[in-house]
Nanobody, 125 residues
Framework: QVQLVESGGGLVQAGDSLRLSCAAS????????VGWFRQAPGKVREFVSA????????YYADAVAGRFAISRVDAENTVYLQMNSLKPEDTAVYYC??????????????????WGQGTQVTVST
């Protein structure tokens, strides 16, 4: 079983950047697909981005495409989410999630088996 720990959240101003990290332990992350989801107060959890296990496929929600970039360094057992040009509407708790590689829908939270505890991102105006 893989354990996931997110870090890198914080309070920033609109237009700033943050890099979130999702560090895995217990298993080698290279065989897992990894996704990032977020949940704002009073809203449902939503897909942000995902990366396949071989780093050949990446996926982004329309709201973050062109501003966020997902990457993985399997030697570090870590997946990163670089967030640029942050907006107040990006404010949420960000979660990383993992699953053994499959071709199931990347954007669905239900397809992921392992979740981190989340890291808060707050973007002020």
């Amino acid at each position: 079983q893989v354990q996931l720990v997110e870090s890198g959240g914080g309070l920033v101003q609109a237009g700033d950047s943050l890099r979130l990290s999702c560090a895995a332990s217990g298993r080698t992350l290279s065989t897992y697909d990894v996704g990032w989801f977020r949940q704002a107060p009073g809203k449902v959890r939503e897909f942000v981005s995902a990366i396949g296990n071989m780093d050949t496929n990446t996926y982004y929600a329309d709201a973050v495409a062109g501003r966020f970039a997902i990457s993985r360094v399997d030697a570090e057992n870590t997946v990163y989410l670089q967030m640029n040009s942050l907006k107040p509407e990006d404010t949420a708790v960000y979660y990383c999630a993992a699953r053994i590689h499959s071709y199931a829908y990347f954007r669905s939270a239900k397809e992921y088996n392992y979740w981190g505890q989340g890291t808060q991102v707050t973007v002020s105006t």
